[in-house]
């Protein structure tokens, strides 16, 4: 009997798991142990809480994007010939601002900055402001098949005085102005570029005739991207890397001209980055305290035979 017991004791010890936490740490120091699993228990359902909330909000902010993709989609395809060619496309843009039907007269004060084009669209008083003109025609512009980015034009002191677009068109980059509703062009008639309106010559002689016309917007301080929100930083970084080549992708533009899309950007940014953070998580519980946490995939295949597997 007691050479059976005995038998029946080992062969029940080999059956026990190899996967299964090892309490080896715990023995050895008991409250120190303790407190690392609080920790990270605490720490692990923290993340995975902010990890579902922000995968909520990316959803959230791609139904945002889709919508307003949708919105402008209706516009432009109101507006720009499909098979024109680029110059006429911005010709088209630039009408439409300039002769827009009935819109709201007057926006709210809370949307004197708005970067959002389903209102920048809609108000006549926004569409006569640099900055959300800029917006309205590059979100357009980008609708339209142009590849678009806006231009920052500056004052001595680094103050943002004017704000026109650049429109890739014959492999140069030409200004546009939104709210004189005009292509910057030489004597020649042909399209003028940042660069060339950065000659004073040239400067002069394209804008004369514009009435209203500030000679303050000038082209020789122009940048694309704005970095003194960043406060010390970004005057830091403009002064140490001067303008990188970075800041001319047109992406960025339609990015600070979007909220949608930058939300999107944001939200996906930072559920990428708890994702990472999470499988750190998991691999520290798992090499230095011993925990072992349960798949994802384990848990949906458990759900899914809860859910449809028939019952005997």
Request: glycine share 6%; hydrophobic share 45%.
């Given at each position: 009997?007691?050479?059976?017991?005995?038998?029946?004791?080992?062969?029940?010890?080999?059956?026990?798991?190899?996967?299964?936490?090892?309490?080896?740490?715990?023995?050895?120091?008991?409250?120190?142990?303790?407190?690392?699993h609080h920790v990270f228990r605490v720490a692990w359902y923290g993340v995975n809480t902010l990890l579902f909330i922000a995968l909520l909000t990316v959803l959230w902010s791609a139904a945002w994007e889709y919508s307003t993709e949708r919105y402008l989609k209706g516009f432009s395809d109101a507006i720009i010939p499909v098979s024109a060619a680029p110059a006429q496309k911005v010709e088209a843009i630039l009408k439409w601002?300039?002769?827009?039907?009935?819109?709201?007269?007057?926006?709210?004060?809370?949307?004197?900055?708005?970067?959002?084009?389903?209102?920048?669209?809609?108000?006549?008083?926004?569409?006569?402001?640099?900055?959300?003109?800029?917006?309205?025609?590059?979100?357009?512009?980008?609708?339209?098949?142009?590849?678009?980015?806006?231009?920052?034009?500056?004052?001595?002191?680094?103050?943002?005085?004017?704000?026109?677009?650049?429109?890739?068109?014959?492999?140069?980059?030409?200004?546009?102005?939104?709210?004189?509703?005009?292509?910057?062009?030489?004597?020649?008639?042909?399209?003028?570029?940042?660069?060339?309106?950065?000659?004073?010559?040239?400067?002069?002689?394209?804008?004369?005739?514009?009435?209203?016309?500030?000679?303050?917007?000038?082209?020789?301080?122009?940048?694309?991207?704005?970095?003194?929100?960043?406060?010390?930083?970004?005057?830091?970084?403009?002064?140490?890397?001067?303008?990188?080549?970075?800041?001319?992708?047109?992406?960025?533009?339609?990015?600070?001209?979007?909220?949608?899309?930058?939300?999107?950007?944001?939200?996906?940014?930072?559920?990428?980055?708890?994702?990472?953070?999470?499988?750190?998580?998991?691999?520290?519980?798992?090499?230095?305290?011993?925990?072992?946490?349960?798949?994802?995939?384990?848990?949906?295949?458990?759900?899914?035979?809860?859910?449809?597997?028939?019952?005997?």
């Amino acid at each position: 009997m007691k050479l059976a017991r005995s038998a029946s004791v080992s062969i029940h010890h080999s059956q026990i798991p190899e996967d299964l936490p090892s309490t080896t740490a715990s023995r050895s120091g008991p409250s120190k142990s303790g407190f690392g699993h609080h920790v990270f228990r605490v720490a692990w359902y923290g993340v995975n809480t902010l990890l579902f909330i922000a995968l909520l909000t990316v959803l959230w902010s791609a139904a945002w994007e889709y919508s307003t993709e949708r919105y402008l989609k209706g516009f432009s395809d109101a507006i720009i010939p499909v098979s024109a060619a680029p110059a006429q496309k911005v010709e088209a843009i630039l009408k439409w601002m300039a002769h827009t039907p009935a819109r709201f007269d007057q926006a709210p004060e809370s949307m004197s900055d708005d970067r959002n084009p389903t209102d920048t669209l809609n108000y006549n008083s926004l569409l006569s402001v640099c900055g959300t003109a800029t917006n309205a025609f590059l979100n357009l512009a980008y609708t339209g098949g142009l590849t678009a980015r806006r231009l920052l034009l500056l004052d001595a002191n680094r103050t943002t005085v004017h704000v026109v677009a650049e429109v890739f068109i014959g492999g140069r980059w030409v200004v546009v102005d939104p709210v004189f509703h005009i292509i910057f062009r030489g004597v020649n008639g042909q399209m003028l570029t940042g660069d060339q309106l950065a000659n004073p010559a040239i400067f002069s002689a394209a804008t004369k005739d514009i009435a209203g016309y500030e000679p303050t917007y000038v082209y020789d301080r122009a940048v694309h991207i704005r970095l003194s929100h960043l406060g010390p930083l970004g005057r830091w970084l403009r002064e140490t890397f001067g303008v990188s080549d970075w800041e001319r992708w047109p992406i960025l533009s339609l990015i600070m001209e979007r909220e949608s899309l930058e939300a999107l950007i944001l939200f996906a940014s930072f559920a990428l980055f708890l994702v990472i953070l999470r499988a750190a998580l998991r691999w520290y519980g798992e090499a230095q305290l011993g925990i072992r946490t349960e798949r994802v995939r384990r848990k949906l295949i458990r759900v899914r035979r809860v859910l449809f597997q028939p019952a005997d």
